[in-house]
């Protein structure tokens, strides 16, 4: 089973519908984020934990906020999306090594 | 503030040939660590290698090598020999203790290799 896992794998919606996507984990890591992928412009982060108390924002979370439930759990939620939020997401967990292990990716449209 | 510049949008060579990606980092930190990352066309994100900044030897890994040059702050990745499965795109990414251990992405290098 894979370490990183996240649903859905594909959502369409339509503007200013309330998404929410999941991931969990069972690499027993206590960091977790959330980024956005674009073409042309990389891997964008929005949110991180760095435990289950700790939520910050990274550099894009407008339009976005996030809920740790537990170690192994990060959700990202947009509570009113826009187009402009169509993109693949992608969560990650990493140890103190500071290597990201990814999820497959979330694709998102909102039409 | 933590930057990371992959110039190379898009390269294509041919398979056998050996290829260079680029990649240019701003810190102020004296302590940070790079990466590599590839992304294959099933849309996965693999690590590929960490490199801290205390540690400037060249890392050699089958066909992928990677040098990492302080005084210019680089840290390039080479495929020898490229093959098609070596097509992907391939990101470059920097974090360090100052920066809160976030990690900061290039836009990534297209890279097509054609039989």
């Known amino acids: 089973d894979a370490d990183v896992t996240q649903t859905p794998r594909n959502r369409i919606t339509k503007t200013g519908k309330r998404i929410m996507l999941e991931c969990s984990q069972t690499k027993g890591h206590d960091r977790m984020y959330w980024y956005r992928q674009d073409p042309g412009l990389g891997l964008r982060l929005i949110y991180y934990s760095f435990d289950v108390k700790d939520i910050n924002k990274g550099e894009i979370s407008d339009g976005y906020s996030v809920s740790r439930q537990a170690q192994a759990k990060f959700s990202l939620s947009l509570e009113s999306a826009i187009p402009n939020q169509t993109a693949l997401y992608f969560c990650?967990?990493?140890?103190?090594?500071?290597?990201?292990?990814f999820g497959p990716g979330t694709r998102l449209t909102v039409t | 503030a933590q930057k990371v510049t992959q110039a190379q949008t898009e390269i294509s060579v041919v398979e056998k040939e050996d290829v260079t990606l680029d990649c240019v980092y701003e810190t102020r930190d004296t302590t940070y660590y790079l990466f590599w990352y590839k992304q294959p066309p099933s849309g996965e994100l693999v690590f590929l290698i960490r490199?801290?900044?205390?540690?400037?030897q060249n890392e050699i890994s089958g066909r992928y090598s990677w040098n990492f040059q302080k005084s210019t702050s680089s840290f390039n990745f080479t495929i020898t020999a490229s093959q098609v499965v070596d097509s992907a795109v391939y990101f470059c990414?920097?974090?360090?203790?100052?920066?809160?251990?976030?990690?900061?992405f290039g836009a990534g290098t297209i890279l097509r290799v054609k039989s």
């Open positions: 490199r801290n900044s205390f540690d400037e």
């Open positions: 990650a967990t990493s140890d103190s090594s500071g290597i990201l292990y």
């Open positions: 990414a920097l974090t360090s203790l100052g920066y809160g251990n976030k990690l900061v």
